[in-house]
């Protein structure tokens, strides 16, 4: 009887840990849900900053193509003539193309790393380019890429 005894006040004690370790593994997952999801969640802040900046960028270099063709320029020639205007960040530059479709100004507008480009006729009375719908470019239309650096 007192073997019975003994055996039966042991499972009795042991009983209360099986909760216990039923809520120890409840916190654990909880705490590993709440870090992943506070990593993913940086993790789309992040890529939603980096695509902002992007298009942020991408609009200052299309703002550039746009500035230049309200600035009177002289003739272009096969090297870039550039003007910049420090106070909106605005970088434009053209020259002749090298296209035989036709006599083409390449204006290139430029923000950071972002470059594009536009086709362009140039009015050799009063210097001003003019653009035409669908000849924007996201790449340098002259044969080699290297005519397009500076």
């Not at 992040?46 to 991408?58: L, V």
Request: with cysteine.
């Amino acid at each position: 009887m007192l073997k019975t005894k003994i055996a039966k006040t042991s499972l009795q004690n042991c009983q209360g840990f099986s909760a216990l370790g039923m809520a120890m593994i409840l916190l654990l997952l909880g705490g590993i849900l709440i870090a992943e999801f506070g990593r993913t969640s940086f993790l789309a802040q992040k890529k939603m900053i980096y695509k902002k900046q992007y298009y942020i960028a991408e609009n200052r270099a299309l703002s550039s193509i746009q500035w230049a063709i309200t600035l009177a320029w002289s003739e272009p020639t096969q090297l870039w003539q550039c003007q910049r205007l420090a106070s909106l960040e605005l970088n434009a530059c053209i020259k002749k193309s090298s296209l035989s479709t036709g006599p083409y100004v390449i204006i290139r507008g430029t923000f950071e790393q972002i470059k594009r480009y536009h086709l362009a006729t140039y009015n050799q009375h009063n210097g001003l380019l003019s653009i035409e719908n669908g000849h924007w470019l996201d790449y340098c239309p002259d044969n080699r890429e290297s005519n397009c650096d500076e």
